[in-house]
Nanobody
Framework: QVQLVESGGGLVQAGGSLRLSCAAS????????MGWFRQAPGKEREFVTR????????NYADSVKGRFTISRDNAKNTVYLQMNSLKPEDTAVYYC???????????????????WGQGTQVTVSS
């Protein structure tokens, strides 16, 4: 069992930055592929980024490449999402996601996620 708690969301102007954190409780954090998804009002939950448990490989959605950076600190059981050059279309609830021994296939499918955080609101004003 893993519990995920996000923090760091808020209101920011376009072009600004935010850093989200996701603290995980439970054991074997290093064996979880960690990621972030987001969901805007009236839209489906979509993949943002993930960092693999095995080799630290990273994938990003095209919409955030070059602007967002994911990282993890296994000693602190925490994953981070640094978001720069934010745009109004980045406005959404951001969810931390954990997938036990998550591999390189279907990493962008929310149905493959084992645990979710409660979400944190990110609002980007124009």
């Amino acid at each position: 069992q893993v519990q995920l708690v996000e923090s760091g969301g808020g209101l920011v102007q376009a072009g600004g930055s935010l850093r989200l954190s996701c603290a995980a409780s439970g054991r074997a954090f290093s064996r979880y592929t960690m990621g972030w998804f987001r969901q805007a009002p009236g839209k489906e939950r979509e993949f943002v980024t993930r960092i693999a448990w095995s080799d630290g490989s990273i994938n990003y959605a095209d919409s955030v490449k070059g602007r967002f950076t994911i990282s993890r600190d296994n000693a602190k059981n925490t994953v981070y999402l640094q978001m720069n050059s934010l745009k109004p279309e980045d406005t959404a609830v951001y969810y931390c996601a954990a997938r036990y021994l998550g591999g390189s296939t279907n990493y962008d499918d929310p149905r493959r996620v084992d645990y979710w955080g409660q979400g944190t609101q990110v609002t980007v004003s124009s």
